[in-house]
């Protein structure tokens, strides 16, 4: 069973659970956020964003590329960490002789820093997540003009006379939403923006005494702890955690959120765990 929850504007839909497979569609920006299970409905999507190779996040890739192929769907774009994009194919590559069929994608390899356009105007910024292979979170981003502020309290007749003349808009960034999944908490650090994002998926793999920050540290993962720590500095409108392990249960994960964050958090969340489509609030 997918859960879905509403963040904002975008829809999120799919499913997560720590170490075993994590997927989700954001239909609204006609991306898929990591393939670690081929779900049927979401093989039309024709823009993959692989964060890493772990299994639980990239093994369905081929089960997908087998569904697209029985619709009539070509290869997709897949954006992923650079350093993966050869190991992806030759995995790929096996995969189709194995099928005695094609396994192909238009790959698009990124590096921490790099922006390209996703579509019309939408663009994506993949930034350095801390795991222990290579990986990546993703920024979606929109570009819009904005009318410069010593120009703002002008007639609009005055506005096109002087369109010719002079640049009268900057060029600005509206940060839409974030996925960061199976990182250190130091990602929120090393990338202020996310705290800005008009909705942060953040993955958040352990929430209780038993399994501490420290433990959580060594596994490369984030603690609720931590989270709730920081939590007077989110500014988005939501804050969907994901990736709790497989430990919890559904209840126990709404059950710790509700005691440990604060109410000026908890009422932004979303918690994306199974059977969880809902939202605090």
């Known amino acids: 069973m997918l859960t879905e929850v509403q963040a904002g504007p975008y829809t999120v839909r799919g499913v997560s659970v720590g170490g075993v497979y994590t997927s989700l569609l954001v239909p609204e920006l006609g991306v898929l956020l990591d393939a670690g299970i081929p779900i049927r409905s979401f093989a039309g999507t ?46 790929l590559a096996a995969l189709g002789r194995l099928h005695r069929m094609k396994s192909e994608i238009r790959t698009v390899p990124l590096r921490p820093g790099d922006t390209v356009k996703v579509q019309q105007d939408l663009w994506v910024r993949a930034f350095r997540t801390h795991h222990p292979v290579p990986s990546l979170g993703y920024q979606f981003l929109r570009r819009v003009a904005k009318l410069k502020p010593e120009y703002r309290e002008l007639p609009p007749a005055e506005i096109g006379r002087r369109q010719a003349g002079e640049p009268l808009f900057d060029e600005v960034e509206r940060l839409e939403l974030a ?61 969907v955690l994901m990736h709790f392990s497989q430990a919890y249960s559904p209840a126990q994960v709404h059950a710790t959120l509700q005691a440990r964050l604060p109410a000026s958090l908890l009422e932004r969340v979303r918690v994306f765990a199974p059977d969880s489509g809902r939202w605090f609030g």
């Open 46 to 91: 024709d823009r993959i964003f692989l964060s890493h190779g772990h299994a639980d996040h990239a093994s369905a890739l081929g089960s997908l590329l087998g569904i697209r192929a029985l619709v009539g769907k070509g290869p997709p774009f897949v954006y992923l960490p650079a350093e993966i994009e050869a190991p992806v194919q030759e995995a």
């Open 179 to 239: 996925y960061c999944t199976d990182t250190l908490s130091n990602v929120l650090e090393r990338q202020l923006s996310l705290f800005d994002s008009r909705v942060l998926i953040l993955e958040c793999t352990f929430i209780d005494a038993e399994r501490t920050v420290r433990d959580a540290q060594e596994r490369a993962h984030i603690h609720l702890e931590e989270i709730a720590s920081m939590a007077d500095r989110f500014q988005n409108e939501a804050l």
